[in-house]
Nanobody
Framework: VQLQASGGGLVHPGGSLRLSCAASGFTLDYYAIGWFRQAPGKEREGVSCISSSSDSTYYADSVKGRFTISRDNAKNTVALQMNSLRPEDTAVYYC???????????????????WGQGTQVTVGQ
């Protein structure tokens, strides 16, 4: 199971980025996928997750209304659209997978067992 997050970069406050999580060597069809982030000196925190069939999604309170998670199982990818970015969104973003239909609204990193390398998102002037 290999995951690769991409799409990070430097953006001004209020700007947008679209992160992508691509899977290789396996199909995402039966996996719930989560996005997490870790800022310097802070613990990894859950941002969002989506069930294997896209019928349920969860968001951290800090990103509700600004971020949208989606998946395209045909393309074996999951996206995180991030709008109205704030400096406090600055972090390394990771995608993760778990063999499960559902994901939990607790967005606990320990619920996921396959992790990709992260992509840096920096929101600043």
């Amino acid at each position: 199971v290999q995951l690769q997050a991409s799409g990070g970069g430097l953006v001004h406050p209020g700007g947008s980025l679209r992160l992508s999580c691509a899977a290789s060597g396996f199909t995402l069809d039966y996996y719930a996928i989560g996005w997490f982030r870790q800022a310097p000196g802070k613990e990894r925190e859950g941002v969002s997750c989506i069930s294997s069939s896209s019928d349920s999604t969860y968001y951290a309170d800090s990103v509700k209304g600004r971020f949208t998670i989606s998946r395209d199982n045909a393309k074996n990818t999951v996206a995180l659209q991030m709008n109205s970015l704030r400096p406090e969104d600055t972090a390394v973003y990771y995608c993760a997978a778990v063999w499960s239909y559902y994901c939990s609204g607790y967005l606990a990193p320990s619920d996921f067992d396959s992790w990709g390398q992260g992509t840096q998102v920096t929101v600043g002037q």
